[in-house]
């Protein structure tokens, strides 16, 4: 599964239409695992009302969900691919790889000055 994190901020719509935000919360709180994702959240006092922690089985099921989700005008989100440490170190370690098969970083060779 693709695991990504979701900073959520409340609109101002939201605030003002939500009479029950633990109600709501609840409803919100659904309706991922309704699609398939397990998720986790994270309540904070930084820049962010939500921080989210999903995982979804693949990625275009997930953008369907985050529009589905966008689209209600009740939250903005900033999602953010997570990734494993040691997925994360292969990506870098295919980026030392690719360095050295070619330098220039062109696919031709250096020329000389």
Known sequence: MAKYIVLLSW????????RSPPSALTRRASSPR?????RRD???DGAYD???VVDAPTMKRWQKFNLTLGSGGNVRTTTLKAFAEDAYRKIVASLWEAAAE?????????RNR
Do not use: K, Q
């Open 11 to 18: 609109t101002i719509r939201a605030s003002r239409t939500s």
């Open 50 to 52: 939500l921080v989210v």
């Open 42 to 44: 994270v309540f904070d």
């Open 102 to 110: 070619n330098p220039t970083g062109t696919g031709e060779e250096p």
């Open 34 to 38: 309704r699609w398939g994702f397990d």
